[in-house]
C-alpha cells in the first residue's frame, strides 16, 4: 500500500539520508587532508588511508547513506527525496558557523533560507504518486492473501 | 570563472557529463527500488537478509551505481579542469531540476507545481550556498 505522507520512522530514513552524506563527505575531507600527499607511483597507500580514524568513519557514514537512500527509494519518488533530503547542506553549514565559526556571506544566508523554505514546502505534499492498482498488483494480493 | 586553457563550451560539456550521468543513475536507481518494492515491508517479512537479497539481485541498481560512478569521475575530471566554486554547485543544482523532469517522463512521477517549485527554490539554495 503506498505511503502518501511518510511515518515518523520514514521522516527519521529521510533524515538518516540528508546528515549522511554531508557528514560522511566532511569526515573524508578531514582524514584526506590530514594525510601527507598522496602519490599515484604508491596506490597502496590509499588502501592505508581506509584505516585512519576519520576515513574510517566517514565510509561508514556513506555506506549508511546510501543504504536509507535505497530505503527512501523504495517507499518514496525521486523528485521528493531529492529535494527533501537537500536539508543536509543547511546542517553542515550551521555545523561550521556555531561549531567552526567560519564567517557565513550573505549569500550563504540566502541558500540556507531557500532550500529551508524549498525543503518545507515539498514535505507537506505527498511522498508518492498514486498509480491505479494493475492486474498483476492486484493478483500479487491475492497470493499473499492466500499464502 | 573557468582557467583560462578551458572555454566555455568545454565547461558546459564537462559540466552537462556530470549532470547527465548523475541524472540516469538516480533514474535508474529510483526504477530500481521501485521494482523491489517497499523494504521495509520486505524487511519486516523476510529479514534483513531478504532485504538485501531483493536489492542486489536487481539489474537496473547495478546500471544506476554504474552511472553515479560515472558521474563521480566525471565530476573528478571537470574539478580537475574547472574551479570548485563553479563546477560544484552547478553541477549540483542543475540536476535537482534534470531530474524533476527526467522523473516525470522515465519514472511518470506526478511532478506537481509544489515539487517544481521547491525543486526551483532548493536548486537556487544550493547553489548560493556553495558559491
Given at each position: 500500500m503506498a505511503h502518501i505522507r511518510p511515518t515518523p520512522?520514514?521522516?527519521?530514513i529521510l533524515g538518516l539520508v540528508a546528515l549522511g552524506a554531508p557528514l560522511g563527505d566532511t569526515c573524508l575531507s578531514r582524514g584526506m587532508t590530514s594525510l601527507p600527499p598522496i602519490s599515484l607511483t604508491h596506490p597502496m597507500s590509499l588502501i592505508d588511508a581506509i584505516f585512519t580514524p576519520w576515513i574510517g568513519a566517514g565510509i561508514v557514514l556513506l555506506i549508511g547513506f546510501f543504504?536509507?537512500?535505497l530505503t527512501a527509494l523504495s517507499w518514496a519518488d525521486?523528485?521528493?527525496v531529492l529535494p527533501a533530503t537537500a536539508f543536509g547542506n543547511v546542517i553542515v553549514a550551521l555545523f561550521a558557523r556555531f561549531w567552526l565559526h567560519e564567517t557565513i556571506s550573505?549569500?550563504?544566508?540566502?541558500?540556507i533560507v531557500l532550500i529551508t523554505v524549498g525543503v518545507g514546502f515539498v514535505t507537506q505534499?505527498?511522498?508518492?504518486t498514486e498509480r491505479p492498482p494493475t492486474e498483476a498488483s492486484d493478483q500479487?494480493?491475492?497470493e499473499g492473501r492466500a499464502q | 570563472m573557468?582557467?583560462?586553457h578551458t572555454g566555455a563550451w568545454a565547461a558546459a560539456g564537462m559540466i552537462a557529463a556530470v549532470v547527465v550521468t548523475s541524472t540516469a543513475g538516480e533514474v535508474l536507481t529510483a526504477a530500481a527500488m521501485k521494482s523491489v518494492g517497499d523494504l521495509d515491508e520486505i524487511r519486516a517479512r523476510s529479514g534483513m537478509k531478504g532485504a538485501i537479497r531483493a536489492v542486489v539481485t536487481s539489474p537496473l541498481l547495478f546500471a544506476g551505481v554504474f552511472f553515479l560512478a560515472l558521474s563521480f569521475f566525471s565530476l573528478l575530471f571537470a574539478l580537475n579542469h574547472l574551479s570548485l566554486s563553479l563546477a560544484a554547485p552547478a553541477s549540483a543544482s542543475l540536476t535537482l531540476i534534470t531530474n524533476a523532469i527526467a522523473g516525470k517522463i522515465f519514472l511518470h512521477e506526478n511532478v506537481d507545481r509544489r515539487r517544481w517549485i521547491s525543486a526551483g527554490l532548493v536548486c537556487v539554495g544550493v547553489y548560493f550556498l556553495a558559491h
Open positions: 520512522r520514514q521522516y527519521m543504504a536509507s537512500y525521486l523528485t521528493y550573505w549569500q550563504r544566508w540566502a541558500g505534499g505527498p511522498s508518492l500479487e494480493i491475492a | 573557468t582557467p583560462a
